[in-house]
């Protein structure tokens, strides 16, 4: 079969111009650049489910923010991966993710070598919001 | 006995013949009229022809989206991929029971519908996604396909045309996100009803992977009538955003719920008040949501405004599917809301942080307001999960949960500070 010639857009990370193939997501667009997005579900060898919801940026134009493991860059998108707005994003979805994880660093193993506790202090939870039991809603009457 | 409860300020189009026993079979439903509109759009009318009518008719998908109906079809690549109809009769938004209706009183309606919508998008099969728990209705809807394959309304060659259609009534088993289009077809498919990542749309990559076009029970039933009376004649009722006619599920306090079609420039307090009889003797209407437990909850004297689409936008809140639920001064908002948010909790999928995450969270702060121990700041809290679930998920049911809470704070927030302040609850027993 006849390869065809991807076409090349150009899109802006964070102010910074690159060009990619056409297709490339912006998580892996932003990687050349050397930004990291940080992603829990995301992994180049699998398909991307873009359920963790970390990966969210801000996409100037879009309505809301944009999954970068699945959004395909476009010519000329501006994309903003530290925003407030995305920040606010990561933010919450690390909060999510802490409503129902033990909040043992100082005991657990993974303590050190864990993207969630970097990602809480790099967010800045050293605190949760939460003050309900950890544990599966039970619906009352 | 009339269907329940009739009034002659409805615009009974779909709901003409609701609650007469004989227009459930072919016979009954031939002699009212039906499948003309098919010998019309099959006989006279290109697939194009067919699309054409139904946008001009600007009708708007009544699944609660309101999405044009016509421009939808016309998304549909013409290539020589197979194309797929689904109608989407998984109706499982609370408060809503429309479609069920359809399906009980008048099956043909909705098939003759499919058959045409699947000849304007030129499927070669339509797959109707019916709701598990209506075992009563699926009897039904199957005999009804039965029969329009004995009559030759389904199959090979209908009516002599050359246009093919299969029709499968296929049973979902009961999970409210298989009625999220893309969950659906997720559902259809034997996976688990995950919603999928839009893009690709349904219209370019849909069931199977194929092109395919998910429309509402309201909305295909609606199609016979515009196919066969023209988009002028639909165009007469409701508004220039919002034409043709709605059937209204209303519940809750009222007088005489049930089915109620309006037209779409109808008034929503008439709705209310008039067709519905208002709350019970003595009671005072509290509030009203008038598309479904996922629009904003509406207080009494906001429902003066039209039921189309845009009125009820301005008024602060959505028409949705038209699941109409009123609530008297008997009602704690507190433990509606927190019932309301215990279903989604339920119904998350679970795949998306936020929506698994908030929806148990919100179901927790709540259940401990309602108990008594709630704290002042729970109610800036419960606004800043709902802020962060919105629009940060895949499917909108995340927002959908948040959607109860915000409106019921911004109206009711007196009612959240007497639980915690007082520990007492505003409403009249």
Known sequence: MERKQQPVVTVRIDGVPVAVPQGTTILEAAERLGIVIPRYCYHPGLSAPAVCRMCLVEVEGAPKPAPSCVQQVQDGMVVHTASAEARKARRAAVEFLLVNHPLDCPICDAAGQCELQDYAFETGQLRTRNVEPKACWVATR | ?429
Request: aromatic letters at 8%; glycine letters at 12%.
């Open chain 2, 1 to 429: 006995m009339a269907y329940p409860y009739a009034d002659p300020r409805e615009t009974r189009l779909l709901s003409k013949h609701f609650g007469e026993k004989d227009a459930i079979g072919i016979d009954g439903w031939i002699e009212r009229g039906g499948y003309r509109a098919l010998k019309k759009a099959l006989g006279s009318m290109s697939p194009d022809e067919v699309t054409g009518v139904v946008k001009e008719s600007g009708l708007r998908g009544r699944g609660g989206a309101g999405f044009p109906a016509g421009l939808k079809w016309s998304f549909m690549p013409k290539d020589d991929r197979p194309r797929y109809l689904v109608c989407n009769a998984d109706e499982s938004e609370p408060g809503t029971f429309k479609d069920r209706e359809i399906m009980r009183w008048t099956p043909h309606q909705l098939l003759e519908g499919c058959i045409i919508a699947g000849y304007a998008i030129q499927a070669e099969h339509c797959y109707v996604y019916i709701r598990g728990e209506f075992v009563d209705i699926v009897r039904i809807l199957n005999g009804a396909v039965g029969e329009a394959y004995e009559r030759g309304y389904l199959g090979r060659d209908i009516l002599g045309s050359g246009f093919d259609l299969e029709l499968t009534v296929h049973l979902g088993a009961g999970a409210y996100i298989a009625g999220e289009e893309t969950g659906l077809l997720n559902s259809l498919e034997g996976r688990r009803a995950e919603p999928r990542i839009k893009p690709p749309f349904p219209a370019q990559r849909g069931a199977f992977n194929m092109p395919t076009t998910v429309n509402n029970v309201e909305t295909l039933a609606s199609v016979a009538h515009i196919v066969m009376n023209g988009a002028d004649w639909y165009r007469q009722w409701g508004t220039e955003k919002s034409p043709g006619t709605k059937l209204f599920s209303c519940c809750g306090h009222l007088q005489r719920p049930g089915n109620y079609e309006v037209s779409l420039d109808f008034n929503l307090r008439d709705l209310v008040y008039e067709l519905c009889g208002g709350p019970p003797e003595g009671r005072a209407l509290l509030a009203v949501i008038p598309g479904g437990s996922s629009v904003p909850i509406m207080k009494a004297d906001e429902i003066d405004c039209d039921v189309s689409y845009e009125g009820i936008e301005a008024a602060g809140s959505m028409l949705g599917s038209g699941g109409l639920i009123a609530m008297d001064e008997s009602t704690c908002m507190v433990r509606a809301v927190r019932k309301m948010v215990e279903f989604y909790a339920h119904e998350s999928c679970g795949q998306c942080t936020n929506c698994r995450e908030g929806t148990a969270w919100l179901a927790k702060i709540l259940q401990r307001i309602e108990r008594g121990a709630g704290r002042e700041e729970d109610i800036p809290l419960l606004l800043d999960i709902s802020a962060n679930m919105a629009g940060r998920t895949i499917c909108p049911l995340s927002d959908s949960a948040a959607v109860p809470v915000v409106s019921s704070i911004q109206k009711f927030e007196h009612e959240y500070l007497a639980h915690i302040r007082d520990g007492t609850c505003t409403a009249v027993r």
